[in-house]
């Protein structure tokens, strides 16, 4: 395990000096904010940077040349599908049982049922390399429609506001427009007709793509709000379960039950062993959610990860 841990301390070092330099105020001198996860400045501008150029052009890249024709991606289908289903609705479920609010409930099933991709392709590349990339193409591809389309439903139908098309209108706004989904789209189709962009193009978006993973670990970081912690609870620790502790066991069940093995196996798990996804505040603030609770919730589920995710890519490891 200690393998392990080194082999992906260095993804964690990133999100502690993303922190630490939004902290000290560089680099455009405006210091910590409690104002919202990446609130305005430098930090914002590169967030949107990551997300609408740097990453989508890595997914593109790495979807347009991932296997397809060795049936994982059917299995990432089930395996990572019903993981996902399972640890959602079961955290979503505690929540009312708890008599949480609306609000908060939305905000516990987003934690519990998102994922970092950031933090996973990264790992997948300091465990596996290129071969591991490809397979967190995959994995990516089954989970961003899925997520979105379950976030956002769960949300509007918490605030009920589906009567009137909004469960409709806001699903195809996300779909629509969501880059990661996009490129994804792109790349495999590119992947299926065997086309190949001219070397030109294919050289600049490389080149986009080996920034992506980098800055988009410094950004996860500097949204972290350390001293929100002081306002975890129950909610906090449902969610926290929920996504650490249920969605890797339901994906360790689910391997077994498909027989899938070697590399393909233990990618899956870390896409079950990563926090959630950092776009979760957004969303809870946009669609009704409790955008404080989530902001609690992501920094809550990084900071356990450190620890955590070694700890699940050592059984995933020694099972499959």
Request: glycine letters at 10%; one cysteine or more; proline letters at 4%.
């Amino acid at each position: 395990m200690l393998a392990i841990a080194g082999a992906i301390a260095p993804v964690f070092l990133l999100l502690v000096l993303g922190n630490l330099l939004r902290r000290l105020g560089f680099p455009d001198g405006r210091g910590a904010s409690a104002a919202g996860v990446l609130a305005g400045g430098f930090w914002l501008g590169a967030d949107r940077l990551v997300y609408w150029l740097l990453f989508p052009a890595l997914l593109f890249q790495e979807t347009s040349r991932a296997p397809l024709s060795d049936g994982v991606l059917g299995h990432y289908a089930l395996i990572l599908l019903g993981a996902m289903l399972l640890a959602g609705f079961a955290s979503l479920a505690i929540a009312r049982a708890a008599g949480s609010p609306n609000a908060a409930a939305g905000s516990i099933f987003q934690g519990a049922m998102r994922h970092n991709t950031f933090i996973a392709f990264a790992v997948c590349d300091s465990l596996f390399g290129a071969a591991g990339m490809a397979q967190a193409a995959l994995a990516t591809a089954v989970l961003v429609p899925a997520t979105n389309v379950a976030a956002v439903s769960v949300l509007v139908l918490l605030q009920h506001d589906h009567a009137s098309g909004g469960l409709r209108r806001r699903l195809i706004q996300e779909l629509v427009r969501n880059p990661l989904l996009i490129a994804i789209a792109l790349g495999l189709a590119c992947n299926i007709a065997g086309l190949q962009m001219p070397q030109i193009l294919s050289d600049g978006v490389a080149l986009l793509a080996r920034v992506a993973l980098p800055l988009a670990l410094l950004c996860v970081g500097a949204a972290l709000r350390i001293r929100a912690l002081r306002q975890a609870g129950f909610p906090t620790l449902i969610s926290l379960i929920g996504k650490l502790a249920l969605y890797p066991a339901a994906i360790f069940a689910l391997v077994g039950l498909v027989g899938l093995t070697g590399m393909p196996a233990v990618v899956a798990a870390i896409y079950g062993a990563v926090p959630t996804a950092v776009s979760s505040y957004a969303l809870a603030r946009q669609l009704g959610g409790d955008a404080e609770l989530m902001a609690v919730i992501i920094t809550a589920q990084t900071l356990a990860a450190i620890l955590t995710m070694p700890i699940t890519i050592q059984i995933a490891m020694m099972l499959f």
